[in-house]
């Protein structure tokens, strides 16, 4: 395989890396608005 077959293979690769990782932020994201919607939830129901 010649060097510029290994260089576009590898940018396919970090391009797909770079989709799943904006992927999971988006996860995080919203999983932390659901926590802190969980516990305001929590907290008011106690107070």
Sequence with gaps: ???????????EE???L???NEK???IVVQMR???NRLV?????EEG
């Design 24 to 26: 999971l932020m988006d």
């Design 33 to 35: 608005v659901t926590l």
């Design 40 to 44: 305001l939830r929590y907290v008011t």
């Design 1 to 11: 395989m010649a060097d510029e077959d290994k260089m576009n293979v590898l940018e």
């Design 18 to 20: 770079r989709e799943d």
């Design 14 to 16: 970090n391009r797909k």
